[in-house]
């Protein structure tokens, strides 16, 4: 079964700072699907980011990118110049095209003025 | 974008009473919604899958029974709540994977979600 792992349960940084939050998971599959979503005190999920598997480069979004590794099974979130509104909770989640996604244990980040 | 409107997004209940919640995929048709459980501080934590016209597909340790799950079409999921009891007080999201083909590679929408209290 493939898992997802949050190592970091909290974090908390300065505004304008940059911060980066890890993510691994198992999965015997070649083909899959990667993904960070927030949940702001909202409560409202929210996509952040996604990266093909099969795609070397490495997804950004704006402020947002990742550094994946595939062999490592690693896929880490980075945030540059942090906001106050980035302050959420962040899940990285799997999904290995049964549809399903497996979400890992949440890093909550706290955004500090 | 594709948009899961959910509701109600509160609703407090008496023990022993049912509760329906509803989610409608707004401008897409969802074929699959799939139906999470959060406590507070935690993950998501998947119930059920539900296909528009057969039957759910319940995570282990989930009661079919007591938190039943409809798909009647393409734009409408709901779960019931049966019989309510204080420790089914919790937060409920439904999603759906949007984008074309439905297998969530483009991500997945989510409702809003609906806090659940029971007394």
């Known amino acids: 079964a493939q898992t997802v792992t949050q190592s970091q349960p909290e974090m908390s940084v300065q505004e304008a700072e940059t911060v980066t939050l890890s993510c691994t998971y198992d999965t015997s599959e070649n083909n899959y699907y990667l993904f960070w979503y927030k949940q702001p005190p909202s409560r409202q999920m929210i996509l952040v980011i996604r990266?093909?598997?099969?795609?070397?480069q490495n997804a950004t979004e704006n402020r947002f990118s990742v550094n994946f590794q595939k062999a490592a099974k690693s896929f880490s979130l980075k945030i540059s110049d942090s906001q106050l509104g980035d302050t959420a909770m962040y899940f990285c989640?799997?999904?290995?095209?049964?549809?399903?996604?497996?979400f890992g244990q949440g890093t909550r980040l706290t955004i500090n003025p | 974008g594709a948009v899961v409107s959910q509701h109600p997004s509160r609703v407090i209940c008496k023990s022993g009473t049912s509760v329906k919640i509803e989610c409608r995929s707004l401008?897409?048709?969802?074929?699959?919604m799939f139906w999470y459980r959060q406590f507070p501080k935690q993950s998501l934590m998947l119930m059920a899958t539900?296909?528009?016209?057969?039957?759910?597909?319940?995570e282990q340790g989930v009661e079919k029974d007591k938190f039943l799950i409809n798909h009647a079409s393409l734009t409408l999921s709901t779960l019931t709540v049966t019989s309510a009891h204080p420790e089914d007080s919790s937060f409920y999201i439904c999603?759906?994977?949007?984008?074309?083909?439905?297998?969530?590679?483009?991500?997945?929408?989510f409702g809003s979600g609906t806090r659940l209290t029971v007394v």
């Open positions: 989640a799997f999904n290995q095209g049964a549809q399903k996604l497996v």
């Open positions: 990266q093909e598997a099969y795609k070397q």
């Open positions: 401008d897409f048709q969802a074929t699959t």
């Open positions: 539900s296909n528009e016209g057969s039957k759910a597909t319940y």
């Open positions: 999603s759906a994977p949007s984008g074309t083909g439905g297998r969530g590679r483009y991500g997945y929408t």
